[in-house]
């Protein structure tokens, strides 16, 4: 199989052609560092993301709160945090990185508030 992927380990964005099995990477051409080989591979066989959501907040001037995932996690359970964040309401002031759901679905990574807000 083939892939092509855009490396996003550095501003270069060195485009990539992936060849690959069901196990293993077989080849990868256009990456001008070999981070871009070990970035194909988990890509192709275990992608991850930063989940960005909002959560309700009151007693603010804003009625959501953006916040995101401390590191990256499985891209697969993207939608199931971003719905776990829908149930959420937090109470005005809170600050930048503070967490709003420890471990989310337990990834082992904390959802915390990307913004400091303050009490209305
Ligand atoms: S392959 Fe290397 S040089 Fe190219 S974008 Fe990835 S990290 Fe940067």
Request: net charge positive; hydrophobic share 40%.
């Amino acid at each position: 199989m083939k892939k092509e992927l855009i490396c996003i380990n550095c501003p270069m964005g060195c485009s990539l052609e992936v060849t690959y099995d069901a196990e293993k990477i077989i080849e990868v051409k256009g990456n001008d560092c070999a981070r871009g080989k070990d970035y194909a591979a988990k890509e192709i066989f275990h992608p991850e993301r930063i989940v960005t959501t909002t959560v309700c907040v009151k007693g603010a001037p804003i009625v959501v709160l953006p916040v995101k995932t401390e590191k990256s996690v499985p891209k697969g359970l993207a939608f199931k945090i971003v719905q776990a964040a829908s149930k959420i309401t937090v109470n005005a002031p809170v600050k930048a990185g503070d967490v709003i759901i420890r471990n989310v679905l337990g990834t082992g990574v904390n959802l915390i508030a990307s913004r400091t807000v303050e009490r209305d």
